[in-house]
């Protein structure tokens, strides 16, 4: 019998037949094998095939993986032994990296966090070949943020130290353009667009310029007249917002991001703007402004008019004239059904936003940046950074000391970027260095949860989200202090808020709760403060191949408890979740909450937490289940108000035909290449 078995660092330990079973399961699922016993029986002939070659020795990890690949192949699985080998090859070559990146044992890099790299960050040549490690990676941009810093070489070390742990990383058009050709180093903007022709064009060129570098762009299109009114230079009539924003969506799709990501915008028209239901209305066709998303800016003035049923201005903004009066309640009703069926509008509280600006004496905030988290004013322009909080659990509690130093080095490094930047235009460089705001925000929310455990839909949960967001805002608040008096402060600080607080503010806003996408997959943890989207499921990735996947997490839980099985994992990859799955104790279902299990108001409650404390925004999706009602959607928005959020956005399962995760159907549970959580459908991928 083999009882043991050697590793690759040389050290020997019990031999587990389940992981050869496990390992062939996950193949066989992949190459569109649905039969679970078929794994446990090929696992049986492997063990047979070692205890012949192996009676007197230890096999090594290889040898197994070699009989694996022999027995695949001798009992017809072609297919299936080409699948294990494939990821046997990724393994290899992630343990490789990881020896590079000096990278710790946990979290480990995944393979899809490799194919990221490799697709979308690592430099190329102009024959499209990748010319550096991720570490060079990593390296390239330590140096050139810490190259404008009073003591470069150390800051070198440092922030090299925080990426290559995996504890912070910066947003992507830092980590595509820091050190090389393209400089642009920040990830959001606000651009003006006023009510002439120039304007609007001048808008366009620049969106065209930042989106090439891997910025996203956010426009307030209200000053725009309505559509039908007079254009009297032309003595013709205007075709309102939404037509221009056509015109902004085609050019989006031309551009692609550079060929880095796909364009992103965010559209905005307020609430009293005589367009407001042909915009509320205006991506309820498939296909139609699919680089957009667009949020409804309601006043408070609007949300009295919901509340008590009364009726509601529309006023021109060319002249302040009120051109029809609307019963709010149907505007309001309108905007809920719209955001049922898409997914857009969603909506931005503007008086809240306009309540918490910090610099008032420099202009009212109209618009956000594409995801909704940065309200900035126009030709503003910010960088975003998070921390990954999975990496901050020892032993059962929070390290707030190890925590506290990775956000003072990441403030530091995030005030940098804006010095190494190379700005698309004099008037963006201008603002933002102005007031010069940073976006430090969090990843990993719901590991952190889950390895505290904490069920994400508790009170305990929204205490800790307050209490993380209070903690990592004051600490890079003092840091922020710090700065300003050793570097000077941000130059509107005379007309800020912090005037009366501190005697130097570095930065206007110090903090931002991004939807992190492909840092946190590079990160391995779950996006931003979304909840877990899938336990296990299907990654689609590169050239139509598939990855099986088991969040990590979860896996270890199975195993220390006893409850591991590859049939198991089948079973839950259905759906993505545990929660109807026989074999997991209910204590585990609890704390393994994904996002469709969680009520909605708990996603509300867990936004509103840490908005309390973010001087920026914080972008959320409320997940909603396929069955869920317009009514569901109105109570989602109005608690958002009641709660004080900034923003609120609705996903509701199924409403658009092209989403990048299903978890219902006649598949297993699958997600695209680059979903990390938050909103399903394409267009939220930033």
């Given at each position: 019998?083999?009882?043991?078995i050697?590793?690759?660092?040389g ?8 992981r ?7 193949a ?12 446990r029986r090929l696992?049986?002939?492997?063990v ?10 230890v096999?090594s ?5 070699d ?22 090859r990724?393994?290899h ?5 990881r ?11 995944t ?8 697709r979308?960050y690592l ?6 070949e ?5 570490a060079e990676?990593?390296r390239?941009v330590?140096?050139?943020v ?6 470069p070489?150390?800051s070198?070390?440092?922030f090299y130290d ?9 947003n ?7 050190g ?5 180093l920040?990830?959001?903007?606000v ?5 002439s ?5 001048d808008a366009?060129?620049l ?5 090439k570098?891997?910025g996203?762009?956010g426009f307030d299109?209200?000053n725009?007249?309505?559509k ?9 009539v205007a ?8 015109i ?5 799709e031309?551009?692609k991001?550079?060929?880095k ?6 559209g905005?028209?307020r ?7 042909e915009?509320?209305?205006s ?7 699919t680089?957009?998303?667009i ?13 008590k ?8 903004p060319?002249n ?13 009703s309108?905007m809920?059904?719209?955001a049922?069926?898409?997914?857009d ?11 918490r600006?910090?610099?008032?004496e420099v202009?009212?905030?109209?618009a956000?940046n ?11 322009s910010c ?5 990954n ?16 130093r990775?956000?003072?080095t990441?403030?530091?490094f995030?005030?940098?970027v ?9 008037e963006?460089e201008?603002?933002t ?20 455990g ?5 009170q ?7 209490e993380?967001a ?18 000077g402060?941000?130059?509107n ?10 005697s ?23 996006s ?6 899938a336990?296990?499921?299907m ?9 099986f996947?088991?969040n990590?997490l979860?896996e270890r ?6 409850f591991?099985s ?5 079973r839950?990859a ?11 104790p ?8 994904t996002a469709l299990?969680?009520?909605p ?5 867990i936004?509103a937490?840490?908005?309390?404390h ?5 972008s ?7 069955d ?16 004080k ?9 199924g409403?658009?035909?092209?989403q ?7 598949e297993?549970?699958h997600?695209?290449?680059e979903y990390?959580g938050g ?6 991928i930033v």
């Amino acid at each position: 019998m083999i009882s043991r078995i050697r590793k690759r660092d040389g050290r020997v330990v019990k031999f587990q037949q389940e992981r050869i079973t496990s390992a062939i399961h996950r193949a066989l699922i992949a190459s569109g094998e649905k039969d679970g016993e078929k794994a446990r029986r090929l696992s049986d002939e492997v063990v047979g095939l070692l205890e012949r070659r192996f009676a007197k020795a230890v096999p090594s990890v290889e040898d197994a993986q070699d009989a694996v690949v022999r027995v695949l192949r001798e009992r017809g699985y072609g297919r299936v032994a080409e699948e294990y080998e494939r990821y046997r090859r990724i393994k290899h070559e992630i343990r490789e990296l990881r020896k590079k990146l000096e990278i710790e044992e946990e979290p480990k890099l995944t393979a899809n966090a490799l194919e990221v790299l490799r697709r979308r960050y690592l430099l190329k040549n102009e024959r499209g070949e990748i010319v550096e490690t991720p570490a060079e990676m990593l390296r390239r941009v330590a140096r050139a943020v810490a190259s404008v810093d009073e003591n470069p070489e150390r800051s070198e070390r440092e922030f090299y130290d925080i990426m290559r742990r995996l504890e912070f990383l910066p947003n992507s058009p830092t980590l595509f353009n820091a050190g090389a050709p393209l400089r642009q180093l920040s990830a959001c903007f606000v651009l003006p667009v006023e009510d002439s022709l120039e304007s609007i064009f001048d808008a366009l060129k620049l969106m065209a310029i930042i989106e090439k570098t891997g910025g996203g762009v956010g426009f307030d299109f209200s000053n725009l007249r309505p559509k039908g009114d007079v254009v009297r230079s032309t003595k013709g009539v205007a075709s309102g917002p939404v037509s221009f924003m056509r015109i902004f969506d085609v050019a989006t799709e031309v551009i692609k991001a550079g060929g880095k990501r796909r364009g992103a915008m965010m559209g905005i028209l307020r609430v009293d703007h005589p367009d407001i239901e042909e915009f509320i209305r205006s991506k309820s066709e498939e296909g139609v402004l699919t680089n957009f998303n667009i949020s409804v800016a309601v006043t408070d003035e609007f949300m009295r008019a919901v509340e008590k049923d009364l009726e509601f201005p529309l006023v021109n903004p060319r002249n302040g004239e009120t051109v029809r009066r609307v019963k709010a309640g149907e505007i309001w009703s309108m905007m809920a059904e719209q955001a049922w069926k898409t997914g857009d509008p969603g909506v931005i509280f503007i008086d809240e936003i306009n309540r918490r600006n910090p610099t008032p004496e420099v202009g009212r905030i109209t618009a956000t940046n594409p995801c909704g988290e940065q309200p900035l004013l126009p030709y503003e322009s910010c960088n975003l950074g998070s921390i990954n909080l999975a990496r901050f659990v020892r032993r059962g509690r929070v390290d707030w000391r190890r925590l506290g130093r990775t956000v003072r080095t990441a403030v530091r490094f995030l005030d940098n970027v804006i010095d190494a930047n190379e700005f698309p235009h004099p008037e963006i460089e201008r603002m933002t260095k102005a007031n010069r705001k940073i976006g430090l925000g969090v990843m990993g929310f719901a590991d952190m949860l889950v390895m505290l455990g904490i069920p994400y839909d508790s009170q305990r949960a929204v205490g800790l989200a307050g209490e993380i967001a209070r903690f990592i805002t004051d600490t890079a608040r003092k840091e922020s202090a710090r700065l300003g008096r050793l570097r000077g402060s941000f130059p509107n600080f005379s007309r800020s808020v912090w005037r009366k607080k501190y005697s130097a503010m570095r930065n206007a806003t110090v903090t931002t709760i991004a939807p992190t996408g492909t840092i946190s997959i590079i990160a391995g943890c779950s996006s931003g403060v979304e909840p877990i989207f899938a336990l296990s499921f299907m990654r689609r990735v590169l050239e139509g191949s598939r990855l099986f996947e088991v969040n990590p997490l979860f896996e270890r839980v199975a195993k220390e408890r006893g409850f591991y099985s590859a049939e198991l994992l089948e079973r839950i990859a259905r759906t993505g979740s545990a929660r109807d799955v026989e074999g997991v104790p209910e204590d585990v279902k609890r704390i393994f909450r994904t996002a469709l299990d969680i009520a909605p108001e708990w996603h509300v409650r867990i936004q509103a937490a840490f908005q309390r404390h973010i001087d920026n925004s914080v972008s959320k999706t409320v997940n909603l289940p396929q069955d869920a009602t317009v009514d569901d959607v109105k109570r989602v928005f109005e608690l958002a108000y009641r709660l004080k959020c900034k923003g609120i956005t609705v996903y509701r399962y199924g409403s658009k035909r092209e989403q990048v995760l299903y978890v219902i159907g006649p598949e297993h549970a699958h997600a695209e290449a680059e979903y990390s959580g938050g909103c399903p459908s394409t267009v939220c991928i930033v």
